[in-house]
């Protein structure tokens, strides 16, 4: 496609209830990551694929949560039993090789 | 222990001037290091990479200086517009890898 799309926009969910995050990467971009940011925080990274290869899974804050991409495109960031603190915009992007990432506008997640 | 820092406090400058904002980093020895631009609600949006052997890149009304000595990334905006009041992100790759690890950022607000 023309860009990262992201799906769903907004979540809100309840605590301890299991959440699906979906992104679709531009076509071809080798690269897919996951990030975090709080409100008025940096980017925190979460999770890396890289073609093939093992995914780089050193930012996942605990073990509630977990992606995977499938055929080397779609990924879904799946988090089990939210809690409050989980509430953040979770941002995917992708790049080809080395090139400058491309965002999707994010998934603004609200665990009340 | 390892940081990335930028100015956390908004930056105000005149239109027509050029605005500097600063990246420095601690005990990363980065191969690459990116900045990107982020208006509220969006994800951020790339805008300049530069490879440690690259003392400087330019794009437009854009420059990026990088000093591996000075552990600093230094980005102008010249002839500063309204338009370009946002929040200015620097990312770093650690590792050479395709993987970036990003700044808080620095607001920037440019006066009409």
């Known amino acids: 496609g023309a860009g990262v799309s992201q799906s769903p926009s907004n979540k809100v969910t309840e605590k301890g209830k299991d959440v699906e995050l979906r992104c679709d990467p531009i076509?071809?971009?080798?690269?897919l990551y996951w990030y975090r940011q709080s409100l008025g925080q940096g980017l925190e990274f979460l999770i890396y694929?890289?073609?093939?290869?093992?995914?780089?899974k050193s930012g996942l804050p605990s073990d509630r949560f977990s992606a995977e991409r499938t055929g080397g495109s779609v990924s879904t960031l799946t988090i089990q039993r939210t809690q409050q603190e989980d509430s953040a915009v979770y941002l995917c992007a992708s790049s080809y090789m080395g090139d400058g990432y491309t965002f999707g506008s994010g998934t603004r997640l609200t665990v009340v | 222990s390892q940081k990335i820092e930028q100015n956390s406090e908004a930056l105000n400058i005149q239109e027509g001037k050029t605005a500097t904002l600063t990246c420095n980093y601690t005990n990363y020895s980065p191969a690459y290091l990116q900045w990107y631009r982020q208006d509220p609600g969006r994800g951020p949006v790339f805008l300049l990479l530069?490879?440690?052997?690259?003392k400087e890149k330019r794009k437009e009304r854009l420059k990026v200086t990088f000093d591996t000595t000075l552990k600093q990334s230094l980005f102008h905006i010249t002839a500063s517009q309204p338009a370009d009041s946002a929040t200015y992100l620097c990312a770093l790759s650690p590792s050479g890898t395709y993987k970036y690890i990003f700044g808080t950022g620095t607001r920037l607000k440019v006066l009409a």
């Open positions: 076509s071809g971009h080798t690269a």
């Open positions: 530069i490879r440690e052997n690259e």
């Open positions: 694929f890289q073609g093939n290869s093992a995914p780089d």
